[in-house]
C-alpha cells in the first residue's frame, strides 16, 4: 500500500466521497482493519489510474499527482533526504499546498481545516519545524524540475477533490504559504 499521505492526496484531488470516508474511517484504516483497508487501497489505485489515464486527453493532467510534492521535496532536499520519510515531507507540503490553495481564492478555509485535520489524526505533521528555513525552501523550489520559465508550478486545489495546476505562482504567495504551515 502507498504510505498514508498518498492516500488522504487521492482524496484531495480526486474525490471528495473518499475524502469523506477516509475522515469517517481514520481509526479503522490506521488500526489496518481489513475491509477499509481495501477499500482505501482499491480506491487510491483507481484514482491514480483514472488521472493518468485522463493524462492522454488532457495533456498535463496527471501533474495534480504532485499535489504536496512541490514543497514535499523541497523539506526533503533542505533536510538532505534524511531527517523525513517522503510521506512526512508530502504531508507537510500538502499543508502548504492547501494553504497556497486558499491564498489563490480556490480553497475555503475550512476545507483547508479539514485537510488539515485529517493529515494530524493520520498521525503525519502539519507544521514545517522552525528548523527548516522558509527561504532556503523557497530556493530549493525554484531548482526543482517543476520550474518552468521562471514559474513555480503548484498542484492546487479548487475544493476537496477538485485539483488544478497553477502556473502563476508568485514566490511572496509562496513565502506567505510556507509561513502559515510553521
Ligand atoms: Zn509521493
Redesign the pocket.
Known amino acids: 500500500m502507498c ?1 498514508l ?2 492516500v488522504i492526496k487521492y482524496g484531495c484531488i480526486a474525490s471528495s466521497r473518499f475524502f469523506k470516508f477516509l475522515e469517517d474511517n481514520i481509526k479503522d484504516l490506521l488500526a489496518l482493519e481489513p475491509s477499509v483497508t481495501q477499500k482505501t487501497v482499491r480506491t487510491s489505485c483507481r484514482i491514480k489510474a483514472e488521472v493518468v489515464a485522463d493524462d492522454e486527453r488532457e495533456a498535463g493532467r496527471r501533474a495534480i499527482l504532485n499535489f504536496g ?1 512541490t514543497a ?1 521535496h523541497a523539506i526533503e532536499a533542505v533536510t538532505g533526504y534524511r531527517k523525513y520519510r ?2 512526512y515531507a ?1 504531508a507537510m507540503g500538502m499543508r502548504v499546498a492547501a494553504e497556497l490553495s486558499l491564498i489563490k481564492g480556490g480553497l475555503a478555509g475550512a476545507d483547508v481545516n479539514r485537510i488539515t485535520e485529517l493529515i494530524a489524526k493520520a498521525g503525519l505533521p502539519v507544521t514545517i519545524p522552525g528548523s527548516i528555513r522558509i527561504e532556503a525552501l523557497i530556493k530549493a523550489m525554484e531548482h526543482d524540475k517543476k520550474v518552468k520559465s521562471g514559474a513555480i508550478r503548484f498542484a492546487l486545489l479548487s475544493g476537496v477533490g477538485r485539483a488544478e495546476i497553477r502556473n502563476n505562482i508568485t514566490k511572496s504567495e509562496i513565502r506567505e504559504a510556507l509561513k502559515r504551515s510553521v
Open positions: 504510505g499521505a498518498e510534492h514535499g517522503h510521506g508530502v
